[in-house]
């Protein structure tokens, strides 16, 4: 994506009130001067830790570790994202508590789950996880927030991805996609270009969970509800590009 089109895409934010927010998935654009080039906007940065030294100049980056990259945390943070595989689920307590000792919140992303997804194992890891907290809340320490756990205090709503409804993604070649995962699985599914707007997203309700027939049947309201792992299948069939 050129700079150009990063422009344009920040300001079709602001002229349809949407919050922009950079994914970095390497460092490209690190050497941009930030604050000259997009002084104009606020923008949330979301970027690997270990590019955090390439990023002086970002202001509050939202950091994302793995296992790999622990070491790389040496100051406070408010909150910060873990990504962990489905194969190195017997981790996720260890990095989280971890994790802890800096991060005052933490966002899982558990990857790549499909039908072998080992549950005993995940429920063994929440629990160690649980145990932590409580005895850290008990000792009078700094509360500590963990989406997977401590969201379910306060959740009385299913919250959804957003995916269609709320959130939207500016691909490479110019087109608006409903999450960065339709662009890298099916890129001739865009739902609009910058030149154009948001002129293809068609039945847009049905990004809605209230219309997704599996989602509904469940109670887990912390789950982000993916809408490509989840209604995608059917969404490809209903929703009808033109």
């Not at 390439?54 to 622990?70: C, M, S, Y």
């Not at 969201?151 to 500016?170: H, K």
């Amino acid at each position: 994506m050129t700079l150009d089109q990063i422009r344009e895409g920040l300001q079709y934010c602001r002229d349809n009130f949407f919050a922009p927010v950079f994914v970095h998935g390497n460092g490209r654009f690190l050497d941009v001067d930030f604050p000259r080039v997009f002084e104009d906007y606020v923008i949330q940065h979301i970027l690997p830790v270990e590019l955090e030294e390439a990023a002086t100049h970002i202001k509050r980056p939202l950091l994302v570790f793995t296992h790999d990259t622990l070491d790389n945390c040496h100051g406070h943070l408010d909150s910060c994202i873990y990504n962990i595989w489905q194969g190195s689920l017997a981790k996720l307590s260890a990095d989280v508590i971890r994790l802890f000792q800096w991060a005052d919140r933490i966002n899982v992303n558990i990857l790549n789950m499909d039908a072998q997804f080992d549950e005993t194992c995940y429920l063994e890891q929440l629990r160690a996880i649980k145990d932590y907290l409580v005895a850290a809340m008990r000792r009078g320490d700094t509360q500590k927030e963990l989406n997977l756990l401590t969201d379910l205090c306060y959740a009385d709503t299913w919250n959804n991805c957003g995916a269609g409804e709320r959130a939207f993604a500016l691909a490479p070649n110019g087109k608006f996609y409903t999450c960065p995962a339709f662009y890298q699985g099916s890129p001739d599914w865009s739902v609009g270009t910058l030149s154009r707007g948001m002129n293809r997203l068609k039945n847009a309700h049905l990004f809605r969970r209230e219309f997704h027939p599996i989602c509904q049947a469940c109670d887990a309201k912390q789950c982000r509800d993916c809408i490509y792992i989840g209604p995608a299948p059917q969404l490809r069939q209903t929703i009808k590009q033109k």
